[in-house]
């Protein structure tokens, strides 16, 4: 099973927007609506932002917003903070009853 | 409040045997999935293996089956990681993790990992 494929890097400047993309096939992505986002400081667990695409769980900021176009899965963040640089992963059920992850985005506040 | 708990990790040879545990609480733990995810030292997160409420579904990464075995006893809330004939490239933290349920289908609440290391 390959990763998703994430960009490596993404950049933006306080109060900006950006997305962070994640690709995958129509085994995974494309095949459900069950892609996650997960942020991860240095040396913690990770965090989940995003479920089922575009829901946000109970405490995650209204900046993040989810959507999903064909084996292409997005991440948006809008009013960049300085706490939202991390490691962004996302993670899709697939149709052999396993999970799979992207690469990773490592999200820098300018 | 949500929390789960690993052990067992540390340091073993190539070929060597390991078994984690998760201990859970502050949930249903016979109404949950659970997952293993691992990161190897400065890498992404890697699924590993999940297990359902009864333990009569068990999935696996390609990279680790027929050498990890998942398995839970409910009485314990706690979940296990069976891993053998270990190669050097498992060296990872491996976290143990809820499957959120109801109308989520993914993986939401972590535990903050043990730390496997092969190396001879």
């Known amino acids: 099973q390959s990763a998703l494929t994430q960009p490596a890097s993404v950049s933006g400047s306080p109060g900006q927007s950006i997305t962070i993309s994640c690709t995958g096939s129509?085994?995974?992505?494309?095949?459900?609506?069950?892609v996650s986002w997960f942020q991860q400081h240095p040396g913690k667990a990770p965090k989940l932002m995003i479920y089922?695409?575009?829901h946000r769980p109970s405490g995650v900021s209204n900046r993040l917003s989810g959507s999903k176009s064909g084996n292409t899965a997005s991440l948006t963040i809008s009013g960049l903070q300085a706490d939202d640089e991390a490691d962004y992963y996302c993670?899709?059920?697939?149709?052999?009853?396993?999970?799979?992850f992207g690469g990773g985005t490592r999200l820098t506040v300018l | 409040e949500v929390q789960l708990v690993e052990s067992g990790g540390g340091l073993v040879q190539p070929g060597g045997s390991l078994r984690l545990s998760c201990v859970a609480s502050?949930?249903?733990?016979?109404?949950?999935?659970i997952h293993w995810v691992r990161q190897a030292p400065g890498e992404g997160l890697v699924w590993v293996s999940r297990?359902?409420?009864?333990?009569?579904?068990?999935n696996y990464a390609d990279s680790v089956k027929g050498r990890f075995t998942v398995s839970r006893d409910n009485a314990k809330n706690t979940v296990f990681l069976q891993m053998n004939s270990l190669r050097v490239d498992d060296t990872a933290v491996y976290y143990c993790?809820?499957?959120?349920?109801?109308?989520?289908?993914?993986?939401?609440?972590w535990g903050q990992g043990t730390l496997v290391t092969v190396s001879s």
């Open positions: 993790a809820r499957g959120c349920g109801g109308d989520c289908h993914g993986i939401d609440y």
């Open positions: 502050g949930f249903t733990f016979t109404n949950s999935w």
């Open positions: 297990i359902n409420f009864d333990a009569s579904h068990t």
């Open positions: 129509s085994s995974d992505v494309g095949a459900y609506d069950y």
């Open positions: 089922d695409v575009s």
């Open positions: 993670n899709s059920f697939t149709n052999r009853n396993t999970h799979v």
